[in-house]
């Protein structure tokens, strides 16, 4: 098992920054790929970005692309989103979530609770 708890969310203005952490226990953080995801009220959950277990590939939403940055810090088993030039649309509760292999789906075997960011325009 594998636990992970998100945190720094809040609200933004448009174009401002936010950086999300996700928070892992468990079993040994470095042998998971991780991902996060957001979901809007009323729209279904989408992939925003992932990154290997060494952190050495990562891979994001063409939406994201250039403005998000996702990274981990193993030793500290924790992996983070950094979000910069926020728009509206990127309003959502966003999950991190963790597998052992690397997917860009919604297959994760493991999510946290998720952590809600607002985007004021």
């Known amino acids: 098992q594998v636990q992970l708890v998100e945190s720094g969310g809040g609200l933004v203005q448009a174009g401002g920054s936010l950086r999300l952490s996700c928070a892992a226990s468990?079993?040994?953080?470095?042998?998971?790929?991780m991902g996060w995801f957001r979901q809007a009220p009323g729209k279904e959950r989408e992939f925003v970005a992932a990154?290997?277990?060494?952190?050495?590939?990562?891979y994001y939403a063409d939406s994201v692309k250039g403005r998000f940055t996702i990274s981990r810090d193993n030793a500290a088993n924790t992996g983070y989103l950094q979000m910069n030039s926020l728009k509206p649309e990127d309003a959502a509760v966003y999950y991190c979530?963790?597998?052992?292999?690397?997917?860009?789906?919604?297959?994760?075997?493991?999510w946290g609770q998720g952590t809600q960011v607002t985007v004021s325009s």
């Open positions: 979530a963790a597998d052992l292999t690397f997917r860009v789906s919604n297959k994760y075997d493991y």
């Open positions: 468990g079993r040994t953080f470095s042998r998971y790929a």
């Open positions: 990154i290997t277990s060494s952190g050495g590939y990562t």
